[in-house]
T-cell receptor, first 116, second 110 residues
């Protein structure tokens, strides 16, 4: 079945630095990928829709300059948290839409970001 | 906008059936999903149902959809300890975005 690889699974960074998270579709092409943020014991909040070859579409309230999304190829989208602060600490999850598979949204395994 | 609600907790005895309920508001939903999340992990698609269906069965899982009441349920037969997890209900409409419920934490006790 469709597999989405997300890397790294855990990262600790210092306040003020930037962190890049990668999301790869391993056996299918994903023109659209989604980035979510999950707070402890909460649901997933959609941050942005990443479209291959074009600008990402951000949800209301999500700072596009803070959370940079690049989707340069059909199998890779990256999320860069710029100038990270402790309040950015969270669980970030990507998903990719496999249009060859009905009902096919495949999720990565998530990245636990801790900003100290 | 879309709104998906589900109960937050469910405790069930091993071997019994679990039923997780979900309601949604978007009448244009095309697909409805159930995802499972284990601690520290991503989401695993368990099953989905197209909006013109009212039931789908897949081994121990049974999904019931009442489109009129916008009510979705997931029944897990013969619940096992490995079924302990958070279960998310989600819906999508024409824009392909998923809207999630808050998740139901299922605890299976021996």
């Amino acid at each position: 079945g469709a597999v989405v690889s997300q890397h790294p699974s855990r990262v600790i960074c210092k306040s003020g630095t930037s962190v890049k998270i990668e999301c790869r579709s391993l056996d299918f092409q994903a023109t659209t990928m989604f980035w979510y943020r999950q707070f402890p014991k909460k649901s997933l909040m959609l941050m942005a829709t990443s479209n291959e070859g074009s600008k990402a579409t951000y949800e209301q309230g999500v700072e596009k300059d803070k959370f940079l999304i690049n989707h340069a190829s059909l199998t890779l989208s990256t999320l860069t948290v710029t100038s990270a602060h402790p309040e950015d600490s969270s669980f970030y999850i990507c998903s990719a839409e496999d249009r060859g598979n009905i009902g096919g949204y495949t999720f990565g395994s998530g990245t636990r970001l801790t900003v100290v | 906008g879309e709104d998906v609600e589900q109960s937050l907790f469910l405790s069930v005895r091993e071997g019994d059936s679990s039923v997780i309920n979900c309601t949604y508001t978007d009448s244009s939903s095309t697909y409805l999903y159930w995802y499972k999340q284990e601690p520290g992990a991503g989401l695993q698609l368990l099953t989905y149902i197209f909006s013109n269906m009212d039931m789908k069965q897949d081994q121990r899982l049974t999904v019931l959809l009442n489109k009129k009441d916008k009510h979705l349920s997931l029944r897990i037969a013969d619940t096992q300890t490995g079924d302990s997890a958070i279960y998310f209900c989600a819906e999508s409409s024409n824009d392909y975005k998923l809207s999630f419920g808050a998740g139901t934490t299922v605890t299976v006790r021996a």
